[in-house]
């Protein structure tokens, strides 16, 4: 069956953006929905390379056919949300973007392993998908790497985020795309409601004008990401000596008082209970101060007043949860041992 022929079983279902002729379809005999694209500038061997390479963390390309100066192209329909939305609703979490670089890191990679430069990395262009994993759309702009060209035969790329050699100063190759990924990672750690230097480095190193200066690879990018915890305990998630330094002097000091308390308590004949309760509602509170003012994990984005846009607001809408955390800890606490104090009398 010639590729006319199975163009013509998409039947088109509505316009998804009528200026870069962007259209959803229905395949007439599986039923299942594709995304067609009608492409004027474009590079015909990327495209069927990646059609005969399919890799995770792109959509998938389903047919490619050449009518006059134009590619017909059908690709997998991607459903979910775009960065640019979650970065513009300030929803996004340094638990998260991290999650979103290496899925990006890891698809950049195989994408270079293919020669593919993608030269327009975007919010617009990545997917957030419901299972939370990011996927790298709209190839229009991708070229083969070819070694002893000295630059891009067409300009494209979009100001802001592609790198001075991409309008013309010298050939693209994977460090473009390392420079427009670390714009990404800038604007996504811009996005944060607590403000964190924690991707300073790795946006620095990624956006160096001279390419010499930048991660040679996607993987390089991943492994400095890896120094980066945003899941370890507070103070430690920057991988910042100053702060890890603190957070240890704090954690020991905390540590100190509770087996100083346990230790008194001990000696004052205190039941068991008692003890036990001051091993569980010690740490709770201690710990629990630093992971609220500071948004662990994006544990308070969920509450209106501890995720409030003015700054003083959020602090004092964050000191009031920790006081009604601790006081629903403290309160538990008291009945436990009240009860505790029954069965020892009875």
Known sequence: MKNFDILSTYEEKSI????HNVFLVENTITHKIYIKKILEKYSEETLITL???????????????????????????????????????????AHNLRLYANDLCNTLDELHKLNIIHRDIKPSNI?????NKAVLIDFNAAKLFKKYETKDTVLLGT?????????????????????????LIKEMANSLKDETNSFNYVIKKCTMLNPDKRFNSAKEVKKALSYIFPDAPVGYRSGNLSHMILASIYYIFIFLVIICSIGSKAFANENIITIILIYIYEPLVSLGLPAILFNYRGIDDHLSITSHENPFIRLIG?????????????????????????????
């Open 159 to 183: 100001m802001g985020y592609a790198p001075p050699e991409q309008f013309g100063f010298a050939q693209s190759t994977k460090k473009s795309d390392i420079y427009s990924f670390g714009i």
């Open 318 to 346: 964050r000191i009031l949860f920790f006081i009604l955390l601790s006081s629903i800890i403290s309160l538990i606490s008291t009945i436990i041992y009240g009860i505790s104090l029954l069965l020892f009398v009875s």
């Open 51 to 93: 059609k005969n390479h399919p890799i995770n963390g792109i959509p998938k390309i389903i047919d490619i056919e050449k009518i006059d100066d134009k590619l017909i192209l059908i690709e997998e329909y991607i459903t979910g949300t775009g960065l640019d939305e979650i970065i513009n609703n300030n929803q996004l979490n």
């Open 16 to 19: 998804i953006n009528k200026e």
């Open 127 to 131: 997917i957030i998908t419901r299972d």
